[in-house]
């Protein structure tokens, strides 16, 4: 079975209870690349592959970038500083659910040597230190290394199930809204960076119904899993 099999280290039903980070979701958003353990209430970035929208507004969750550059496979175990260098990297058009990555502190493939996991639909950032030294890749699409100095074209719309968002590059800040979820199944998450520990999250929710949330210019990531498409009402 692998590695594939496990739950993201963050994952928990219902809401991560975030505490004095809340306190500081409005100053926390600056920090700075990525790496983390997701939380949701399917296990971690969960399910759906993005949908093409109309042609009137950009979509976030259905472009691929035009030339992939590709760092290293979606398979295979990886030495840091040997085999991949430090930095961030994205993986997109995920689509089964199956695709799971692992940040290690060793090569034990102990539980103690876990420092960040992830189960993807879509796309996800993640950002491999220095310190670390072991990223695994199982059933992903390939990784390519991000600029993060590079601005894209931010979208005003995106897929409800397409992963994780790059303020500023891949979706614009403002509120946006998510409507006729069901189930708590939509989790959402505004993060301040791609190491996807739990002082990665500024803010997070499930949510059934409408979703609204306001993403911070000063947020460097967005994450949605199980939720319906959505739109930005300012």
């Known amino acids: 079975m ?69 760092a290293f496979s979606g398979d295979g175990d990886f030495e840091v500083g040997t085999d991949v ?11 089964d659910g199956m695709c799971y990555w692992e940040r290690a502190k060793d090569a034990s493939g102990e539980m103690d040597s ?31 290394a991000v600029d993060l100095k590079a601005k894209g074209s931010p979208a005003s719309e995106m897929a409800g199930d397409g992963g994780m968002f790059r303020v500023g590059a891949d979706i614009a800040p403002g509120t946006y809204k998510s409507t006729g979820n069901a189930d708590d199944s939509c989790y959402w998450e505004r993060d301040k960076d791609a190491e996807h520990s739990m002082d990665s999250i500024v803010a997070n929710n499930n949510v059934n ?12 990531y967005f994450k949605t899993a199980g ?5 930005k009402t300012g």
């Open 85 to 95: 260098k430090p930095g961030t990297y994205r993986t997109t058009g995920n689509s």
């Open 209 to 220: 119904g409408t979703a609204v949330v306001t993403i911070s210019s000063s947020d460097v």
């Open 2 to 70: 692998g590695m594939k099999g496990k739950v993201a280290l963050g994952a928990v039903v219902g809401v991560v209870v975030i505490g004095a980070v809340s306190a500081n979701a409005g100053n926390a958003g600056n920090g700075g690349n990525d790496s983390g353990s997701g939380k949701s209430g399917k296990g971690s970035s969960a399910s759906a592959q993005s949908k093409p929208r109309g042609e009137k507004a950009k979509d976030a969750g259905t472009t691929e970038v035009a030339e992939k550059k590709v």
């Open 227 to 231: 939720c319906k498409d959505w739109k």
């Open 114 to 144: 876990l420092l960040a996991n992830d189960n993807v639909t879509g796309t996800s950032y993640v950002t491999v230190k220095a310190t670390d030294k072991l990223f695994k890749s199982s059933d992903c699409n390939d990784w390519e």
